[in-house]
């Protein structure tokens, strides 16, 4: 369940109320005259289920109150009303694959930006990577993958693709291409230090590694695991799952393939460059084309859910 917070200008306060009261996914409405003050209006107030929070976020937003006033929602952890329980029963679907897209949206949008927070922890994931495949050690592989914040823009990536926000997706690609160029270069610089002060050298990376080969050679398993990734990703982030995200980030290997091209590059091993390029590659465009699929499919079945209520509704009307 969502609470919601609406600044509303006197002469629509009506219309707002009217629609959160006529919606059955609202409970617990209350207006409050003349309290806003910035911006001035009034404040209205509700508690609205999941399933049906899209729908009245759009309608809200088709009357226009964001223009002068404003919409705030939080998540409500815990609700004890039988109001609320016979406001989850009449809402179709179930809360726990309800999809809010403003919510995504917003969410996913922060995750474009790039910030210094952001650069150090690529920078950092990727040079703990490196060292984790000159070692051959998987537990510093699986560190990184986990530090590794790339998974946000390739997220808001494909909100923004299946939602035509040209802007957004222009500063997703942004933050993924100069934040992996900005990783690969302090990692180059960074094992070409630790060769200096002789903590590892070429051979270390010429050797067999039998744990974490496969970071440079790409198969038909590197696509299967990247979609898989995508979809698991795209579903923890919209279901509010984020446990299952942790494990999304460790099954994919986007900062380590960067990584071992970044090494192989510091040693002039180009072959394996090459192999860590195209695994890089592979991850990113899977994870986004399932990601986009699994939003779509999402999309097409609350539509779905949206048309087949109208329809209960039209024949209950008779």
Partial sequence: MLHLRVIAPPEQSSAVADLLGADPGVTHLAVLPGVARQPSGDLILCDVVRERADAVLDGLQRLGVEARGGIAADDVEMTLSNAADRAAEAAPGSGADAVVWDEVAAKTGEQTELSGTYLVLIVVATMIAGIGVLLDQPILIVGAMVVGPEFGPLAALCVALLRRKPAIVGRSVQALTVGFLAAMLATVLSTWALTATGLVNRDMLLADRPLTDFIWRPDALSWVVGLLAGVAGMLSLTSKKSGSLVGVLISVTTVPAAANVAVAVAYGVWHEAAGSALQLMINLCAIVLA?????????????????????????AGR
Wanted: proline content about 0%; glycine content about 4%.
């Fill in 291 to 315: 990601g986009l699929a699994t939003l779509s499919a999402q999309q097409l079945w609350w539509r779905h859910v949206a048309r087949r209520t109208r329809l209960r509704k039209r024949v």
